[in-house]
C-alpha cells in the first residue's frame, strides 16, 4: 500500500502516537499564569507615628511647619523694646577753638627771680554753656607757684565756647626765663557723657 500523505505542519505541533501515525495538535493560547500577590498588611499605629505635629518624627509637612516657627522666631529676635543704646558723639572740636578768651599766665615775680623754670599740664573742665567749672593740674611743673599762678588764671579770667556736651580739655603752660608770660598750648578735647543716661 502507498503511505499515506501527511500535509506538512502549519503551526500546530506534530507529535506521533503509539503506533506512529502523526497527530497534529493544535496550539492554543495558554494564558500566562501569574501568582496574584498577596494582600500586605496594614501597619500597626505605634507611638512614633502618633506624635503632635512638628515634633522631630513627625511628617515632612509639620517638620516644615516646625522649621518656619524657628526661623520666624529668629528673625523677630531682637524686636523687643529694649533701651537702645543713643548714637555715639560727633568728635570733639579742637582745643585751640574751644577757647574763646583769656590772658597769658604772666610768670610769677619771685619764681622769676630764683630761675625757677617749668610746665604744668591742666585739666579744664567746661560747662556745654561755655563756663569754667574746674581746674586741675594733672602734671607739675615741680613748682607749687608755678602750678597755682597759671591754674587760677585760667580758672578766674579764661571764656570757652559752648557745646552740647560737658568737656575737658588738656592745656599745657611753660614759664621760660626771658619772657614775662608763660607760653600754653591746648590737647585733646574729650566729651564728659553723663553715664546714668
Not at 526661623?71 to 577757647?99: C, K, L, N, W
Not at 581746674?135 to 571764656?159: I, K, M, N, P, Q
Not at 621760660?176 to 543716661?197: I, K, M, P
Amino acid at each position: 500500500p502507498e503511505p499515506e500523505q501527511v500535509p506538512e505542519p502549519t503551526e500546530s505541533e506534530v507529535l506521533t502516537s503509539e503506533q506512529g501515525v502523526p497527530v497534529n495538535i493544535e496550539e492554543t493560547a495558554r494564558p500566562e499564569s501569574r501568582p496574584e500577590p498577596a494582600p500586605r498588611p496594614e501597619p500597626e499605629a505605634s507611638d512614633s507615628d502618633q506624635t503632635e505635629p512638628g515634633g522631630p518624627t513627625g511628617s515632612g509637612e509639620s517638620d516644615l511647619a516646625f522649621d518656619d516657627d524657628a526661623e520666624q522666631a529668629v528673625e523677630e529676635s531682637g524686636t523687643g523694646e529694649a533701651d537702645t543704646a543713643p548714637p555715639p558723639p560727633p568728635p570733639p572740636p579742637s582745643g585751640r577753638s574751644v577757647h574763646s578768651s583769656g590772658d597769658r599766665p604772666l610768670y610769677p615775680k619771685d619764681a622769676e627771680h630764683e630761675g625757677v623754670e617749668g610746665t604744668v599740664v591742666l585739666q579744664i573742665i567746661v560747662s556745654l554753656e561755655g563756663e569754667t567749672q574746674q581746674v586741675l593740674v594733672l602734671e607739675s611743673s615741680g613748682d607749687s607757684r608755678l602750678d597755682e599762678h597759671a591754674r587760677r588764671t585760667v580758672e578766674s579770667g579764661w571764656r570757652f565756647e559752648g557745646a552740647q556736651y560737658d568737656y575737658a580739655v588738656t592745656l599745657s603752660v611753660s614759664f621760660e626765663l626771658g619772657s614775662d608770660a608763660a607760653q600754653y598750648e591746648f590737647g585733646d578735647v574729650e566729651w564728659l557723657l553723663d553715664q546714668s543716661s
